[in-house]
């Protein structure tokens, strides 16, 4: 098995809608806003090539949507998604599986093109993963998320015939990895727990966006059930921490990767490294 990770770029979104309940003197400590109380974050996707194999895990924010939407998010950054493919060896053909962690904007939205006046999928010969529980939830969105949908973003993959649903209550249709599914941020989010080398690495999407989420109370604006990320968050970390898991953080703007560890306050961060430390 060969991993790389695929930045995508960086966006800017309202630090208190990134933490929630936890006020801004502690969570920008670890997350220092700017002068509109705009925190900076990644899009860091995960490419993984074992067999005949070569699947991206989420796609970031996408170009095509227009000036006013991007206007809103501040993009940044010389990476983007196809240059980052290109950069570890691949093109955007290569590409076989694309699995979606979820169906947010920041986490989907590379995944379907222009293609003159139309909306293809940007990835021609890759299936496209999703959980049909999820599909339903965003493609007749709450009002809450309805912003965080956008059906550009969405129903190409299955107008394309190239959409497929992987069953929760099934074995992963792949065997190099399992699934964790939360349902706190949005209704069934995938998180993908990859074996390699020894080690689970598990690519943590909105369950845990960056270190400085890692103590339970530190739980987004944007999730829907906040209740259930914590027993989420609770259940996850100390399963990581009991077996040494590699976090793989999709949005931390410095940190690609973390270890945690049991504490008398809780879990809390071990160390953070590079995912090219264990390749």
Known sequence: MNLHVINTGFFKLDGGAM?????KSIWQKTNPADERNLCNWAMRCLLVEEGN?????????GDKQDEKFFSHYFLHGDDSLIRSINKAGYSADDITDMFLS???FDHCGGGVKRAGDKLVPAFASATYWSNEDHWQWATKPNAREKASFLKENILPMQESGQLRFVKEKEASPFGFMDIFYASGHTDKMMIPKI?????????MADLLPSVGHIPLPYVMGYDTRPLITLEEKALFLDEAADNNYILFLEHDPEHECCTVKHTEKGVRLDRTFPLKEIL
């Open 19 to 23: 933490f929630g309940v936890v006020p």
């Open 53 to 61: 194999t070569l699947m991206l895990i989420d796609n970031g924010l």
């Open 102 to 104: 979820h169906l947010h």
């Open 195 to 203: 074996r390699y080398k020894g080690h689970t690495i598990c690519f």
